[in-house]
């Protein structure tokens, strides 16, 4: 891990530690995409998340379903990324051909 900055291998530790995966620079509309299709298979709003329309620039948002949490962040207007755990994300990451990593960019 050479070449990282201080911030990018705590964000790995931290990742690693949680066991939990990241996609970054994901297109806004594959993003929006995503969502409307895990709300579509029952996941569920984050409860502080409820009145985000994904229609627009968020912030955050929060999918639940059981105990797995997808977090969705957008970047700027044009890119954004998921965090999630494992077993989660990779599903997602091979069904929607992205990749997952635990090293941030």
Same mark, same amino acid.
């Given at each position: 891990?050479?070449?990282?900055? *201080?911030?990018?291998?705590?964000?790995?530790? =931290?990742?690693?530690?949680? #066991?939990?995966? !990241?996609?970054?620079? !994901?297109?806004?509309? *594959?993003? =929006?995409?995503?969502?409307? %299709?895990? *709300? /579509?298979?029952?996941? /569920?709003?984050?409860?502080?998340?409820? %009145?985000?329309?994904?229609?627009? *620039?968020?912030?955050?948002?929060?999918?639940?379903?059981?105990?797995?949490?997808?977090?969705? =962040?957008? #970047?700027? /207007?044009?890119?954004?990324?998921?965090?999630?755990?494992?077993?989660?994300?990779?599903?997602?990451?091979?069904?929607? %051909?992205?990749?997952?990593?635990?090293?941030?960019?």
């Amino acid at each position: 891990m050479s070449g990282y900055s *201080l911030a990018q291998r705590w964000q790995h530790f =931290r990742l690693r530690m949680a #066991k939990k995966q !990241v996609i970054q620079a !994901v297109p806004m509309a *594959l993003l =929006r995409q995503i969502i409307s %299709d895990y *709300l /579509e298979q029952g996941w /569920e709003r984050d409860r502080m998340h409820i %009145d985000v329309d994904i229609h627009q *620039l968020f912030d955050c948002l929060s999918l639940r379903k059981g105990m797995s949490q997808l977090d969705f =962040r957008c #970047k700027d /207007e044009h890119s954004g990324e998921i965090c999630g755990p494992d077993n989660a994300l990779l599903g997602l990451a091979k069904n929607y %051909d992205l990749k997952a990593t635990r090293t941030p960019r």
